[in-house]
């Protein structure tokens, strides 16, 4: 067990042995929280709906958000349930519209319901006592109750996110081939996660870290078909839990207990329930199974080997061993054997498990209990692996026989037998004279000798046969020389040439041919009749000739075979071939045997292994090449030249006339040397003439192996040189392994790059070659004392792989062990290893050793399959198991579900459980996997050798302590098309963590075939066999992760992704912390941080990675306390071609300390808002470039990500604090690079100053080196390596100015100091990726950043000729402020802005659309697009406008896509609040060209099926930080006039107030899927208001519905029906209204309206069925006219106009009209919109002749329509359903008409009229003037006296002091006339109290309920 003190950490329960069945087979419980109402919009009022949609979630190349309409169909509400339908009908006008937030903010508080308490729901799973793991099925329903998408900041996945991202983590999810990994929404069923990289993985070297990444491929469509039966490799969530048995007591006594034995039979052996049993078996044993129900003890170090096809356990098994850890103590072995599957049957019922197939070589624990102690955790135990403290070396080889092994060469007698008395060599060197009898020159030819200079001189060359000649006989008689020896001529020489000046070139090297150059022969003539004369020759070359009278060597090597010895009678050697009138000067001749010179010396010769690689100590007299040689005679051979350097005479070796990249010097190698695991150094000087192009060149030697075949080994790569350089020093070490196992003389070459035909071939001079032994192999290996307490000898170990890749691991045996003075121990091994990395040479990254033996050993039997034995503890809860000390070797059945070497298998809380200190090597499947269990320690163990991941824990794992345990060498042998469907063992990393409620402390991930750590949190939690359950992990706390390291790993060390704590809590305080993380000698990088937000990587050690540590797609990183090293020197020259694969693996993959971001990855206002901070950390080890990274492009300690410029600039705001960069060259990051990435503007604030070159600043800024980023600073900035410049003292602040595109090309920001006068131009910065990008709405901007200290500053845009200039808009965006004090704030800056006047502004702003008419239409900009993929966008369609000019065609696939362009900001500024009116004339077709057949204008928006108008307008959410833009969207302003015919042009139309911010831009969206637009005809254009006509073709006299809309929702259908109108003129019908309320409207421009202004309207409606005028019933009652005004949200509802008389025109049209008085707050609204609403929404409405006014002022008369000529116009009852009105002919007059009052309820039942208020004047006086008449039920007239007859009362309603009553009585005394009509005259002077009144009526009533009243000429005029 662990130690004790770490038990806080775990948060242990109590446990509790709850024995019931925790999971009945149909028992489906769903514990996601409730789903987020998603209402559909309301029957809205407004114009256009307004939703805000968050855009700035994460920054990627956008796709535009869908709407909450997005996903509904029709039908849709049917799916929902009928409740849900209701809602949507009665729904608030406008309660989609929340005030200062986007429209997800009201899903937001939903989603703090299901996400508030994620731990407790893994805690809740996992807890004993509740039933198991509850589950949920994966339907809609309960998946998307689970779903809150509106609680993330980010949005969908797009196409271009996934180009962009390499990682290829692997979901486990159901392999589903409709699964969109990058689209939530179409992976919901099966549970998918949102990462973008499903892919199966790459042959060969695998992906690039870095921005030429992986792209995601779909799942495969086929599925794993799973076993047959209830195999536990199937699922296994139906299958209940299992329990200790009843039958078995809490605790065994085993005193006495019976033997096993004597159970044993010819079958299976079973161990009686409630029984102990001892093992007593053999040292040998088999039998038919093992099934120990009740107890089974082996005694403490029994030994035996038991063979079995099973090992059940459901009672209790129980064995120990405490001897020291040796082969030779091996005590028990468990061999699992056979290949056919075994059926389990629970001893007592389980759910679900009667009986189990359990497959072949099981070792079930199914509620029994494990106690196996084979390595108790007590004091002075040691433990399992601990690093190597030093290597103990081997010596080098001395091979036998040691002489004349240079080359695969005989050795010569001469030096082997010193019995021979004959010379070794013959020198002519003519100091004494010539010997003339075997000198001659030939026919002709003179020889003199000039004694004064001991030369041999020939003239009088007239033939080319003539030269010199040496007979050789008299020699070669007296000392006959040896067959097949190599004999050296070296002939020192001197050709004069009378016709060439001296120096010159000689004709041989001027002509290069053979036929020009001198030549040597050898002659050999053979006794009479045992052959003929023949001859030898060699040319002298081109390359090795002197110049024109100068001295030469030259040399050449000469053997004699059996046939040129035998019989021959003499041999001449002559050298011939002059140009006649040459003068030959010989100065030596000298011809040897080599001498030992030429040989390794005697007593060491593997000391070095090149003989004279300086060209110091050559035979010849120093002259003769030999033993180096060339591989192209004909062209060159090498050539010793001297120098003089500085008073010191050097040699060298010299190559010319090269021709090929590998003519070089070649030397042979003695093979004999190279012992396995010796280090060698390789070295050499060079230097090159004859071009100026830089070359480079590798160390290379090749040969025949004994078993790879024949190799070109490359120990040494040298960086490249030029000429200029002169001689360049080039060395590196080596390690011998089997590679350089040569069986012949290898060959040694250097071999060239950057050279070919068409560059032409340098001249090499090469000095000091040398290959000199270094070190041994590791002979031992010395260990911590302490550690290796129980470590003893002949016990296996494993040593971890010192380079980038796990398999090159080694495994050793223990041959001794011997204690040192200091405490520690020397392990000598068996056989010497490879030198390995140990903490002498790496202090704190050594190499591990670990020891994989144990003395207790479970094997499965090795049948020549995969398919091991396996270990499971299977749904057990409760029960506390005790794996420790256990060998597991063979274990594990590839690619099998749940077939793994050791699993605890969804057992729930298993406190107390310890699997320690165990051993598993060689598995075939994992090393541990933990699913669905919690509370148990994994401490100690060692993986080596593993298929699949090693170290598994599933989503719901969680308590569980995992501590200091190795991951080694893991392999590949699971592929895609062999993993297990669902799980991704392909990748094979070290340690696969999936849940974040575990504790890593101490681990080490030597070698994973992919990352040594994957540490990844899907969105999903996916429990057993993947089923989904509760929470977001990825949003859930982790648990600590701290002191783990990872080395060797082929690609990452540690994968962390997806780690959004943040978003769970919001506080900057609990959030992921990674602490002390070492890794070092990764392929690719040591961390890798991927969509990991607010995340602290605090101390840690990073080395040797191809990328120290990469931030990607991640904000808010703190890191801190680092140090960060490149490629050691050490590393580099350890690695080879051979024993790992090498960084810069590929040519595009830059080296890096730091590879960040250089724009955020999150926009939202609730996100970090920052980049990375960075403190405390020292980087240094990048400044070798070519040296140490020849194939990669550049080495920086600082890189940024080639693919994330999403900003156009760098805005991912950075702080260094203490920061040491140790950079030769002065590099910190480079800009050039940055900047062709898209960074230009880089900004890096110093908090103290330790990024400044001169180290004074105390604080400073390292920015790109651009005078637009320093020319504000003065002096005060300095240019630095690398692009970049250093400003002392400042700290920069950022804000961003964003603006269209196009047509800005030119344009700069001018930023000026205001104080200082200063300023700047600043360019602005664009992506360009394509032009479906470049015209993207949602991005495609220029940024303009400015970074500036704090002050005042102004800023405008100016054009190429300082013009000032406007960029259609200009959006401002600050960043957070800075980390530093001092920057520049929202405030500090003024943007100057063109002016624009008012007649500026009618000009500019009279239609906002651009390039909207094809008449003038050349191209398509300015147009936009919000489709995020493909690469078709807008195009010109020439001809094809609705004129037959040009039109502007776009591509769709989504309803939410469409064609959208920016609004001139300054115009919407200058016309804010002002009325346009848009119109567009749009062809829509399908995918095939023809016109689409599925539009259809009646339907509701969100229904998608039809155009509309949006205008997006981008707000802040905070207007005085402005850091955070949200778009808000207005949807359907506009959309289309019916009638529709989709053969023809529609024409989109409608009418808004134009809004301001600081952008806007339209869209035309909404049509159907895969519609495609052709536009023609776009304007908007400025709507004046027009008080005398508010209402636009109320008559509908353009023949269609233009400016007519719908009221509410629904899918109301509005038609023109000819002929159905008054007086057979077109009326507006609307039918399908679905609500009382739903019928046609109109919006209203009422600018021109002011409040207290009186507002007549009046229409003509019918309805399909006949109405009730005077009914409030809903079913019956006819259509009144609402006018509705929306203000800043304040909504008003008024009842405008009624039917007031019950007399209809012809045609069963009645008169709607009335007046209303304009309120304040409806005074020049946002929107204003009239419409017709309550009749019976089964009937259909028709309206025609519909007018609202503006009533102008009149105070002489105040009465409207006082004769009633218009009839009942103006006029209407006092209560609707208590009395009746009627038109009645004739009026007063006996002409014309009145109104007659009849069927009243009650005296005060009358008439009314508004009159205007205004006109009020206290003090003023007025007549009123009527007349009336009183008549019974029968039309009788009746007398009336006084009080009974008709009165005026004025009404004055919204009073100060509430509503004002003023009765006036007739004036006139005159009798009553039953039979005729009675005036009426009053006159009143205006109180002061209706004065103040805010409305005014005039009503007629108070007259005996049982009368009519007849009304006419009623007047109310002012007394001049």
């Known amino acids: 067990m662990v130690d004790a003190k770490l038990w806080n950490l775990r948060g242990f329960g109590n446990a509790n042995n709850n024995n019931e069945v ?22 809205s009022a407004n114009m256009g709906e307004l939703f805000l949609s968050e855009q700035q979630g994460e920054r990627r190349l956008p796709k535009k958000k869908k709407d909450k309409g997005d996903d509904e169909v029709e039908g849709a509400s049917k799916k929902k349930g009928d409740k849900k339908k209701k809602g949507q009908k009665e729904q608030k006008i406008g309660d989609a519209i929340l005030e200062g937030a986007p429209g997800d903010a009201a899903a937001k508080a939903g989603c703090d319901e299901l996400e508030d308490d994620v731990v407790d729901q893994f805690r809740r799973i996992l807890k004993k006592g509740e039933n198991g793991v509850k589950k949920s099925k994966a339907n809609k329903e309960d998946v998307s109750s689970g779903l809150c998408d509106s609680c993330t900041t980010s949005e969908e996945r797009t196409e271009a996110d996934i180009v962009a991202s390499h990682i290829d983590i692997m979901v486990e999810v159901p392999d589903d081939p409709t699964c969109d990994p990058d689209d939530k929404e179409s992976c919901i069923e099966t549970g998918a996660g949102d990462d973008d990289t499903l892919t199966p993985p790459e042959e060969g070297e695998g992906a690039s870290p870095s921005e030429e990444g992986e792209v995601g491929a779909e799942f495969e469509a086929t599925s794993r078909q799973l076993m047959d039966g209830r195999r536990l490799t199937g699922n296994t969530n139906q299958i209940g839990q299992f329990a200790p048995l009843s039958c078995n007591p809490v605790e065994f006594d085993c005193t006495g207990a019976a033997g096993l034995s004597t159970v044993v039979g010819g ?128 010596d080098r080889l001395h091979p036998d026989p040691i002489v004349g092994e240079t080359a695969a060469r005989t050795a010569l007698p001469h030096l082997s037998n010193p019995t021979i008395t004959c010379p070794n060599k013959v020198v002519h060197d003519f100091e004494g004279g010539v010997d003339f009898s075997v000198w001659k020159g030939g026919d002709g030819n003179v020889l003199s000798y000039d004694e004064a200079s001991g030369t041999l001189t020939a003239t009088n060359l007239r033939r080319d046969w003539q030269g010199f000649r040496l007979d050789f006989t008299k020699f070669t008689k007296d000392c006959p020389l040896t067959q097949d020896a190599t004999y050296l001529v070296t002939i ?42 023949y001859d030898d020759k060699v040319r002298l070359l081109p390359s090795s000739i002197g110049r024109n009278n100068e001295w030469f060597t030259f040399a050449t090597e000469w053997t004699w075979d059996e046939n040129d010895l035998t019989d021959t009678v003499a041999q001449v050697f002559y050298l011939e071939n002059f ?73 060298y070796w010299h190559i010319e006339n090269r021709v090929w990249v590998g003519d070089s010097l070649r030397f042979h190698v003695n093979p004999q040397c190279f012992m396995l695991g010796s280090t060698y150094t390789v070295s050499l000087r060079a230097r090159f003439t004859g071009k100026t192009h830089p070359v480079t060149y590798w160390f290379e030697i090749k040969g025949n192996t004994a078993t790879k075949g024949y190799r070109y080994q490359k120990p040494l790569n040298c960086p490249s040189q030029s000429a200029a350089d002169g001689w360049v020093t080039c060395s590196g070490d080596f390690v011998v392994d089997e590679y350089y196992e040569f069986t012949s003389s290898p060959e040694i070459i250097l071999v060239t790059q950057d050279e070919n035909d068409s560059t032409g071939y340098v001249d090499w001079d090469f000095d000091d070659v040398s290959i000199k032994f270094k070190s041994g192999p590791a002979a031992g290996l010395e260990v911590g004392g302490s550690d290796a307490a129980r470590w003893a000898v002949n016990s296996d170990v494993h040593i ?68 091991g034995g396996y270990l499971q503890v299977f749904h057990t809860p409760g029960v506390a198991q005790v794996i420790e000390g256990v060998e597991f070797v063979n274990m594990g059945q590839t690619s099998r579900k749940n077939r793994f070497a050791i699993q605890l298998l969804y057992n729930g809380n298993v406190e107390g459980t310890s699997i320690s200190s165990n051993s598993i090597r060689q598995s075939n499947m994992r090393c541990i996997s933990v699913d669905g269990t919690a509370n148990a320690t994994i401490a100690s163990n060692v993986g080596a050798g593993i298929t699949g991941h090693c170290f598994y824990f599933d989503r719901v794992s969680a308590d569980n302590m995992v501590i200091d345990n190795l991951a080694s060498n893991i392999n590949n042998r699971i592929n895609w098309n062999n993993r297990i469907n669902g799980w991704d063992d392909y990748d094979a990393d070290g340690f696969s963590i999936w849940s974040p409620f575990n504790h890593f402390i101490g681990n080490v991930a030597a070698g994973g075939h992919k990352r040594g ?79 990991c937000v607010y995340c602290k990587f605090i101390r840690g050690f990073l080395s040797d990675n191809q990328k120290g540590i990469e931030i990607r797609r991640s904000d808010g990183i703190t890191l801190q306390d680092f140090v960060i090293q490149g490629q050691t020197e050490l590393f580099k020259n350890y690695v080879t071609d051979n024993n790992s694969h090498k960084l810069c693996g590929h040519s595009g993959w830059t080296y890096e300390g730091i590879h960040m971001m250089g724009t955020l990855w999150r926009l939202g206002h609730q996100d970090p808002g920052f980049g990375i901070r960075v403190k405390n950390v020292v980087l240094s080890g990048f400044d070798k470039e070519k040296e140490y990274y020849d194939n990669c492009p550049s080495t920086e300690p600082i890189g940024l990500s080639a693919d994330t410029h999403y900003g156009a600039h760098f805005d991912y705001k950075t702080s260094f604090e203490n920061v040491t960069v140790d950079d030769g060259r002065g590099i910190i990051l480079d800009g050039c690079r940055a900047s062709s990435y898209g960074y230009p503007d880089i900004v890096i604030n110093d908090i103290d100053g330790s990024l400044d070159p001169d180290m004074s600043a105390s604080s400073g800024a390292l920015v790109s080196d651009q005078t637009y980023m320093t020319g504000l600073f003065g002096d005060t900035c300095k240019s630095t390596a690398g692009c970049m410049s250093y400003c002392a003292g400042v700290c920069l602040g950022m804000f961003t100015l964003f603006t269209e595109r196009y047509g800005t090309e030119n344009y700069k920001l001018r930023v000026t100091n205001t104080a200082s006068t200063l300023s700047v131009e600043i360019p602005g910065n664009v992506r360009t990726y394509n032009e479906r990008f470049n015209t993207y709405a949602y991005d495609g901007q220029r940024s303009f950043a400015a970074s500036l200290p704090a002050g005042e500053y102004t800023a405008e845009f100016v054009d190429e000729f300082g013009n000032s200039v406007w960029p259609t808009y200009a959006e401002e965006q600050w960043a957070q402020a800075a980390d530093c004090d001092g920057g520049v704030s929202i405030g500090d800056v003024t943007l100057i802005k063109p002016a624009m006047d008012a007649a500026t502004a009618a000009t500019e702003c009279a239609d906002m659309i651009r390039n909207g008419d094809s008449a003038t239409r050349s191209d398509v900009t300015p147009w936009l697009h919000t489709k995020w993929y493909g690469e078709i966008v ?130 035309l969206e909404r049509a159907p899927d895969n519609v495609k637009f052709l536009l023609d005809g776009a304007s908007l254009t400025p709507l004046t208001c027009n008080r005398d006509s508010l209402v636009r073709n109320g008559n509908l006299e353009t023949g269609d519905s233009l400016h007519w809309g719908i009221w509410g929702g629904g899918d109301v259908v509005l038609d023109v029906v000819p002929g159905a109108g008054p007086n057979g003129g077109s009326a507006l019908k609307s039918s399908s209204r679905g609500h009382h309320s739903w019928t046609q409207a109109q919006v209203l421009n009422t600018e021109c309206v002011n409040a207290g202004d009186r507002i007549a309207f009046s229409a003509k409606i019918k309805t399909s069925a006949s109405c009730l005028i005077y009914s409030w019933d809903y079913n019956q009652r006819c259509n009144d006219l609402y006018f509705h005004t929306d203000k800043a949200n304040v909504r008003e509802y008024h009842r405008a106009g009624y039917i007031t008389a019950d007399t209809p025109d012809e045609g069963g049209w009645h008169h709607v009209h009335g007046i209303h008085i304009h309120t304040e707050k409806g005074e020049k609204p946002d929107l204003a919109k009239l419409y017709f609403a309550d009749a019976n929404a089964a009937w259909d409405v028709y309206t025609a002749d519909v007018k609202a006014y503006v009533l102008e002022q009149n105070c002489q008369a105040l009465v409207e329509n006082p004769d009633m000529e218009e009839k009942d116009l103006y006029w209407t009852y006092t209560d609707r359903d208590r009395s009746k009105v009627k038109v009645i002919t004739p009026g007063a007059g006996g002409s014309g008409h009145a109104l007659r009052l009849y069927d009243r309820d009650h005296s005060w039942r009358g008439l009314r009229q508004v009159l205007d208020p205004r006109c009020f004047v206290p003090g003023e006086e007025f007549t009123i003037y009527a007349k009336f008449r009183i008549t019974d039920a029968s039309l009788a007239g009746v007398a009336c006296e006084g009080t009974q007859c008709p009165s005026v009362v004025l009404y004055g309603k919204k009073c100060p002091s509430g509503d004002v009553r003023e009765k006036y009585w007739n004036a006139l005394d005159m009798p009553w006339d039953p039979e005729g009509w009675n005036n009426y005259e009053a006159t009143f002077a205006v109180s002061d109290e209706i004065a103040a009144c805010g409305s005014v009526e005039l009503y007629i009533h108070e007259v005996n309920a049982i009368w009519n009243i007849e009304i006419d000429d009623v007047q109310i005029n002012a007394i001049v």
Not at 609 to 633: F, K
């Open 492 to 533: 020192r020489l001197k050709i004069e040439d009378p016709t060439l000046e001296d120096g010159a070139v000689s004709i041989c090297e001027t002509n290069n041919h053979p036929d020009h150059c001198p030549k040597l022969g050898r002659s050999i003539i053979k006794a009479e009749g045992k052959g003929w004369l």
């Open 1013 to 1091: 750590f994957r540490y990844y949190l899907d969105y999903w939690t996916l429990g057993e066999d993947l089923i989904k359950v509760d929470g977001i992990v990825r949003r859930s706390p982790m648990g600590t992760f701290k002191d783990n390291k990872a080395h060797s790993n082929f690609r990452q060390g540690f994968l962390l992704a997806d780690f959004e704590q943040f978003f769970q809590f919001r506080d900057p305080e609990n959030v992921p912390v990674f602490e002390n993380l070492s890794a070092y000698r990764n392929r690719e990088q040591g961390i890798y941080s991927y969509n």
């Open 1434 to 1563: 807008n195009e010109l369609k020439p001809g094809e406008g609705i004129d037959g000019g040009n039109a502007i065609a776009m591509d769709r696939v989504h309803h939410w896509t469409g064609i959208a362009q920016n609004l001139n900001s300054m115009c919407t500024d200058a016309r804010e609040g002002e009325f346009y009116e848009f119109n567009a004339w749009i062809k829509m077709t399908d995918a095939n060209g023809n016109p689409s057949t599925n539009i259809d204008p009646n339907r509701e928006w969100w229904r998608n099926q039809s155009p509309i108008l949006t205008i997006v307008d981008r707000q802040y959410r905070d207007a005085s930080t402005k850091q955070y833009l949200y778009d808000a969207e207005h949807r359907d302003l506009a959309n289309l006039v019916r009638p529709y015919n989709n053969d023809e042009w529609g024409h989109i139309h409608g009418i808004f107030k134009m809004p301001t911010s600081s952008r806007l831009w339209i869209e």
């Open 22 to 43: 925790m999971m009945k087979n149909d028992e489906v419980i769903n514990h996601s929280g409730s789903l987020v109402g998603e209402e559909l919009p309301s029957p």
């Open 267 to 394: 079958g299976p052996v079973v161990v009686p329930c409630g029984t102990c049993l001892v093992y007593d078996l053999g040292d040998e044993a088999t039998i038919g199974g093992l099934h120990i129900i009740g107890k089974l003890l082996v005694p403490t170090n029994y030994k035996s080997t038991l063979s079995t096809p099973y090992v059940f356990v459901q009672g209790e098994l129980e064995m120990s061993d405490n001897q020291p850890i040796s082969e030779d103590n091996t005590s028990m072995k468990i061999v699992l054997t056979g290949n056919t599957d075994v059926m389990f049957t629970p001893h007592e019922p389980v759910a679900g498990a009667a009986p189990l197939n359990v497959g072949e070589k099981p070792f079930l624990v199914a509620g029994g209990k494990l106690n196996i102690r084979g390595w108790d955790d007590v004091e002075g135990s040691g433990t399992t692996w601990t690093p190597i403290l030093a290597m103990a070396e081997a």
């Open 800 to 867: 971890t792989s010192s380079t980038l890749h796990g398999q090159d691991a080694q495994d050793g045996r223990v041959k001794a062990v011997s204690q040192k003075a200091n405490g520690n121990v020397v392990l000598e091994l068996e056989n010497p290893i490879t030198p390995v990395f140990s903490e002498k040479e790496t202090p704190g990254y050594g190499v591990e050793i670990a020891v994989t033996s144990r003395n207790i050993k479970i094997i499965g039997e090795d049948d020549g399959t995969y398919n």
């Open 579 to 651: 140009k006649p009138g040459q003068i030959l000067h010989m100065d030596e001749f000298q011809f040897e045997l080599p001498s030992s010179k030429s040989y390794a010396p005697v007593e060491d010769p593997c000391l070095e292994l090149v003989v004279n690689g300086d060209a110091e100590n050559a035979d010849g007299r120093g002259w003769h090449h030999y033993p180096m040689w060339s591989g192209r005679t004909d062209r060159f051979i090498p050539t010793i030249l001297e120098e003089t350097v500085d008073g010191a005479v050097n040699k």
